[in-house]
């Protein structure tokens, strides 16, 4: 999710017809350490921090290089779920995507997820099964 207000509104869904199903949000996030919307990802994990059926808080739909800054400033007491995008960009004047061909992601980079909280890992927009059945996990 980009926005903290429609997880709000998530939230109070949850809580009205949830009746103890554990669940996770996840947000994308931009290069600011932000949400897409532009809200600081510190209070976007804490608002779903606050719910007793959260689980998890995830980010995905991300550039991989930004995740595990995201992870630090995130702060969270519950576990990390990261689905990052391939880390293309959508160039505009061209429009074409430009950046990395493969999804694959480096085994030191998911050493930093895991060592900063990340448990679950995956991928989303240009990274495909093979790439996530690279996966090594150290």
Same mark, same amino acid.
């Given at each position: 999710m980009p926005d903290m207000q429609e997880v709000e509104v998530l939230l109070e869904l949850i809580s &009205?017809?949830?009746?103890?199903? @554990?669940?996770w949000v996840s947000y994308s996030c931009n290069s &600011?350490? =932000?949400?897409? #919307?532009? %809200? &600081?990802f510190s209070e976007a994990t804490e608002l779903v921090n606050s719910h007793k059926d959260a689980f998890a808080v995830g980010v995905n739909c991300t550039a991989?290089?930004?995740i595990n800054d995201l992870l630090k400033v995130g702060n969270s007491k519950l576990p990390y779920i990261v689905y990052p995008n391939a880390g293309r960009e959508w160039d505009a004047n061209r =429009?074409? *995507?430009?950046? @990395?061909t493969s999804g694959s992601f480096s085994p030191d980079l998911i050493a930093? *997820?895991?060592?900063?909280? #990340? %448990?679950?890992?995956?991928?989303?927009?240009?990274?495909? @099964?093979k790439d996530i059945e690279s996966i090594n996990i150290p």
């Amino acid at each position: 999710m980009p926005d903290m207000q429609e997880v709000e509104v998530l939230l109070e869904l949850i809580s &009205e017809f949830n009746s103890g199903i @554990p669940f996770w949000v996840s947000y994308s996030c931009n290069s &600011e350490l =932000k949400t897409n #919307a532009g %809200q &600081e990802f510190s209070e976007a994990t804490e608002l779903v921090n606050s719910h007793k059926d959260a689980f998890a808080v995830g980010v995905n739909c991300t550039a991989p290089n930004l995740i595990n800054d995201l992870l630090k400033v995130g702060n969270s007491k519950l576990p990390y779920i990261v689905y990052p995008n391939a880390g293309r960009e959508w160039d505009a004047n061209r =429009k074409e *995507w430009s950046g @990395p061909t493969s999804g694959s992601f480096s085994p030191d980079l998911i050493a930093e *997820w895991i060592d900063s909280g #990340a %448990q679950i890992i995956g991928g989303c927009c240009g990274v495909s @099964p093979k790439d996530i059945e690279s996966i090594n996990i150290p």
